[in-house]
């Protein structure tokens, strides 16, 4: 889903102050609405959508683990540790969300 970009040449000037002609990948063919949209829709297919579905994921996870309940007979060692575990997971996805939407 990739546009080529065309080659034109532009003005640049150089620390003399003389002006030149340097080569420029600009979109010549596309109309400036139709790009955004295609800029939109990349950002879309590329970092929402995939954002979402793992988000989700994290989500479902956390309460799934935090829903459930050690099988046999309670036993306060053993549920201490499972709750620490729940929690690590937990704050593990959180700063995995987090780590997401600031990599952006």
């Known amino acids: ?10 003005e640049g000037i150089d620390e003399n102050g003389r002006v030149y002609m340097k080569p420029f990948c600009k979109m010549t063919r596309l109309s400036k ?3 955004q949209a295609y800029r939109l829709v990349l950002v879309s297919l590329q970092y929402v ?15 799934k683990l935090w829903g459930s309940k ?6 306060d060692s053993r549920d201490a540790n499972l709750m620490r575990n729940k929690k690590k ?8 969300i987090l780590l ?5």
């Open 100 to 104: 997401s939407l600031l990599l952006v």
């Open 1 to 10: 889903m990739a546009i080529a970009l065309s080659v034109t040449s532009e």
């Open 33 to 35: 609405e139709t790009m």
């Open 49 to 63: 959508i995939p954002l979402c579905v793992v988000s989700c994921a994290y989500v479902r996870m956390a309460l």
């Open 89 to 96: 997971v937990t704050f593990r996805n959180y700063c995995m």
């Open 70 to 75: 050690a099988p046999g007979n309670a036993q």
